[in-house]
């Protein structure tokens, strides 16, 4: 919810629900497409990310630096709500309206 709350402050209500609905078609730049598609594989299956995945991610205009730093994020994001959901964390009140 909190980054919902932050998506749609960030780009407005119609984008962050067009992204939230199926962001495979909301329109947003091919860097963000990979990035995204990058996150779900990593996020379902890790251990079934190939040097191919990298690639699209480095043709797209990242470097490896900043392939790196995505990877750190987004494995940090997995980690922290796991460890909320296994340990029932609640939303905070203002986040669950």
């Known amino acids: 919810m909190a980054h919902t709350y932050d998506l749609r402050a960030e780009v407005g209500d119609e984008l ?4 939230r609905d199926d ?6 730049d091919a860097l963000t497409h990979a990035l995204l598609d990058f996150a779900e594989k990593v996020t379902s299956s890790p251990a079934r990310t190939t040097s191919a995945d990298l690639d699209t991610l480095r043709a797209s205009g990242l470097a ?7 990877a750190q994020v987004i494995a940090y ?21």
Request: hydrophobic share 45%; aromatic share 10%.
């Open 16 to 19: 962050a629900g067009k992204v």
């Open 64 to 70: 490896d630096e900043a392939i790196h730093d995505a």
């Open 77 to 97: 994001f997995n980690y922290i709500n796991r460890l909320a959901d296994c340990l029932v964390v609640e939303p905070e009140t203002w986040l669950q309206s």
């Open 23 to 28: 962001w495979r078609a909301a329109p947003l």
